[in-house]
């Protein structure tokens, strides 16, 4: 199984969005995917129709992480359709205030998902939340492969770096990062063409392959409003 983080430090530049779509391509040519959904918004799983009630009805990440009685993996997980799977998450607070210590941090997922590589999956794809945290670090530790979606703008283009050197802080190896996926391309901007070329040159220069970019479009915003 492959295990794939969807991160960057950077809010709101289309990290959910693209953790939805490569899943769901991912399950139309036959590969099993579980899209793993921790980011306490649940955006991932309310694409899939997950409203908050639903979620908050049912068991999640939060149950795997309960001490005394954990739950079982097959309990948390939820069939969205053919070949893809998901799990959501509630009170990532709680969780994020309770996992401390490198060497916690470090573990910390491979003990939660123990055994999910018996469950067959050839994917799994984990939705991040932006920033700096516990649960983040807990992730980026335990994943064998870092995509990062970049806004060809000032602020998400620092994002990169910074993701790098949080990476380089928190001990876990940059190289990690295998693609740049280049989002919300509007050609009218001249400014973006310049970015993509950096982009472009950062790629070359650390071995990342860079995606073909996705444009800005209405009707992405808007079927994604409607969640
Ligand atoms: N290519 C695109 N064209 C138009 N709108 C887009 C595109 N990609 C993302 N968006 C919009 O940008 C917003 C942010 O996208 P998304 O939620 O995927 O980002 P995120 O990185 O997951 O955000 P967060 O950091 O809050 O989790 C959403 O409203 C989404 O609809
Ligand atoms: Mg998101």
Same mark, same amino acid.
């Given at each position: 199984?492959?295990?794939?983080? =969807? ?6 530049? +289309? ?33 899939? !129709? #997950? ?17 005394? $009685? ?6 948390? =997980?939820?069939?969205? @359709?053919? *070949? ?8 990532? #607070?709680?969780?994020?205030? &309770?996992?401390? +210590? ?11 998902? *123990? ?8 994917? %799994?794809?984990?939705?991040? !939340? /932006?920033?700096?945290? *516990? ?9 064998? #492969?870092? =995509? ?8 998400? %283009?620092? +994002? ?13 190896? /940059? ?21 993509? &070329?950096?982009?472009?040159?950062? !790629?070359?220069?650390? $071995? ?8 800005? @479009? ?10």
């Amino acid at each position: 199984m492959k295990k794939i983080a =969807i991160f960057t430090e950077k809010g709101g530049v +289309g990290k959910t969005i693209l953790s939805v779509n490569t899943s769901h391509a991912l399950s139309k040519t036959n590969r099993k995917t579980l899209l793993v959904d921790l980011d306490g918004q649940n955006n991932s799983a309310r694409n899939f !129709g #997950y409203t908050k009630e639903r979620i908050k009805e049912r068991k999640s990440f939060y149950e795997l992480t309960d001490r005394r $009685n954990p739950a079982k993996l097959s309990e948390v =997980i939820y069939n969205v @359709r053919e *070949n893809l799977d998901i799990m959501f998450n509630r009170k990532m #607070y709680q969780i994020n205030r &309770e996992i401390t +210590g490198e060497s916690q941090l470090h573990k910390y997922l491979f003990k939660m998902f *123990n055994g999910i590589e018996e469950l067959g999956y050839h994917n %799994m794809i984990i939705d991040c !939340g /932006p920033s700096e945290s *516990n649960i983040n670090t807990a992730i980026l530790s335990y994943v064998d #492969y870092i =995509i990062v979606p970049v806004e060809l703008e000032t602020f998400s %283009m620092e +994002g990169v770096s910074d993701t790098f050197d949080y990476l380089v802080d928190i001990d876990v190896d /940059p190289r990690k990062i295998v693609m740049f996926v280049p989002n919300k391309l509007d050609l009218r901007q001249t400014e973006m063409k310049e970015y993509l &070329e950096k982009l472009q040159a950062l !790629g070359e220069k650390y $071995n990342i392959k860079v995606s073909k970019p996705v444009h800005s @479009r209405t009707i992405i915003k808007k079927r994604h409003q409607r969640i």
